[in-house]
């Protein structure tokens, strides 16, 4: 018996006799079953495959935020050095230290 089977059994189940408390957590299990049954196929995950797919893309999108803040670190340590070289070049121009050199 599928989910749809079920479902209906249980809807039917509820019209005839009334719907008690269990028969009403049972209709919204079912109904939350195949709706997320039908999701995936949606989605083409419900293939024996899915699971190594979502897997994959997890390690594919770990190593894109670890390559970007990677990226992120090196810019602001090339900015950083930069900006202590311009320093260091107008400290010795204040001394005049390019005479020095010239």
Known sequence: ?????????LMAQAQSEGS??????AIV???SDLGAGRVL???HL???TAQDDLAEIRELL???RD???????AAITWAVRGTLALLLIGI????GLADLIG
């Open 62 to 64: 770990q190593a894109w």
């Open 46 to 48: 419900s293939d024996e």
């Open 41 to 43: 196929e949606r989605l």
């Open 1 to 9: 018996m599928n989910n749809e089977d079920m479902l209906a059994r």
């Open 92 to 95: 010795a121009y204040r001394l």
């Open 67 to 73: 390559a970007k803040a990677s990226a992120w670190k």
């Open 29 to 31: 299990e079912e109904a």
């Open 20 to 25: 008690d408390l269990v028969t009403l957590r």
